[in-house]
C-alpha cells in the first residue's frame, strides 16, 4: 500500500474525510487507475451525504477495475442504498455474493437492501448468513435485532441485543435497537434509557435521535395510541391493510348515513374521526411534538422547524376540534365548519415545514395555503346564506375541493421527489 492510500485509511479512521478525498484525489492524478484507492474515496463518501453520487460513481468505477471481486459490488450495494435505490442495492449485493458466496459484507449488504424494501424475513435470513461465516459480525447482528423487531420478534431481538452487548458494551446501534424493541413493547422509560446511552457512545447517531424523540413524544397517550397502531400494521401484509382499511371505509358509510339521518351536522364529527384515522400517521408526529413544547426537558430534542410546525400543527388540529365542539353546541355550521377546515389543513401543514425537499414545500406549502383560501370562502358562504347545506352553491363546491385537496396531499406525500431531500440539500 502506497504511503498516500496508508495516510488516507488513517485519515479515515479519524473521522477526517474531507482531508482524506483530497489526499485520495492527488493519488488518483498520478495513478488513475488504482482500484484501491476508488474502494477508498467510496468509504469517505459515504461519510459525507452530500457526496453520496460521487461515493456511487467511485464505487462503480471500482467494480470496473475489479470485476471478479465481490467487495467492489458490495461497495456499490451500500451507496445504493443509502440513496434510497433499494431494488438496484439488491442486485449489486446479489452479485457480489454470486462471486463470493461466503463474503459476510456482501450477506450484510443483502440485509440492508431488503430491509429498505421491508421485506423483513429475508432481511433476517440474510443477516444470518452474514453471521454463519462470522459470529462476531457487529452489523449482521444489528440488523438481524432490526429484522427481528419489525416482525414483532421482541424477545428474540432484545435476545440478540444482549448478545451482542455482553460482546461490546461500547456498541451504540445496540444500545438503539434495544431502545426501539422497549418502545414497541411499551416500556417508555427503558426505552429512553437505551436511547440515551446509544447517544451518549454516539452523539450523531439518528436512529438513537429519532428514537429518544419517539420514547419522549410516547409520554402523550395520543403518540402511544398511534405507535400500536403503527406497530400492529407493520406486521401485517399489504393485503390485510388493505382489508382493514375497507372495512374502516364501509363502517364509516354506515355511520356517516345513520348520522345523517339524526342530525345534519353530526355528520362532521364522524368525518373527522375517519380523517384522524385515514390519515393518523401524517399528524402523529406534529401532534406529539406540540404535547412535548409543555416539558421543559423533552422539547430540547425537537429543533427550531419542529416546535414551530409542532405549534402550528397543534393549533390547527386542537383549536379546530375546539371550535367543531362549540359549533355543535351553539348549532352553528359556519363555526362548525371552520372547526373542520382547521383540522384539515393539519394534514397539508405536516408536510411543509420540516420537509427535506424544497419542491415538497412549495407544493404542499400551496395545498396548505389553498385550503385555508377556500374555507374562508366557504365559511363566507354559508354565513350569506342560512339553512343552505354544507354541499350546495359555492360552498359545496369549495368543501369538495378541500377535501379533494386534502386526500391528494396524501397521495402525493407518498412521492420520494416531494418528501426526501437530494442528497446535500436542505
Known sequence: MSVELRRAELLRERGRHEEAIAVLMSHLALEPEDPRAFIELTLNRLEVPEQLREALSNARTAVGLMPEDA?????????????????????????????????GHAWVSK??????MSRWKEAEASAREALGIDPEDVSASNLLSHALLKQNR?????AEVKRRLARDPEDAFSFANGGWAALQRGEVAVAEGYFREALRLEPG?????EGLKSAYRARSWFYRVFLKWAFFMQRLSGGN??????????????????????????????????????????LAVGLANFILLKDPVARLSLDRMEKVEAGVIGGLF???????????????????VVGAVMVLAALPATMVLTN??????????????????????LAVDLGRHAGRGIFEGTAGSCAVLILLLVAGSSWLGMIDALRKGKPGEG
Open 356 to 377: 427535506p425537499s424544497k419542491v415538497g414545500r412549495v407544493v404542499f406549502g400551496g395545498i396548505f395555503v389553498a385550503v385555508l383560501v377556500l374555507g374562508v370562502v
Open 241 to 282: 391493510q388493505l382489508a382493514i382499511t375497507i372495512g374502516v371505509l364501509v363502517g364509516f358509510k354506515v355511520l356517516r348515513a345513520v348520522a345523517a339521518s339524526i342530525h345534519p351536522l353530526l355528520v362532521i364529527p364522524i368525518a373527522l374521526a375517519y380523517y384522524v384515522f385515514l390519515f393518523g400517521s401524517w
Open 71 to 103: 467487495y467492489p459490488r458490495s461497495l456499490e450495494a451500500r451507496v445504493l442504498y443509502y440513496l434510497d435505490r433499494n431494488k438496484e442495492a439488491l442486485v449489486a449485493a446479489e452479485a457480489a455474493i454470486a462471486l463470493e458466496p461466503e463474503f
Open 111 to 116: 440485509s440492508l437492501a431488503l430491509l429498505g
Open 154 to 158: 421482541l424477545d428474540e431481538s432484545d
Open 205 to 209: 447517531m439518528e436512529h438513537a435521535r
Open 318 to 336: 386542537f383549536g379546530g376540534l375546539v371550535a367543531v365542539a362549540a359549533g355543535l353546541a351553539m348549532g352553528s355550521a359556519v363555526v362548525a
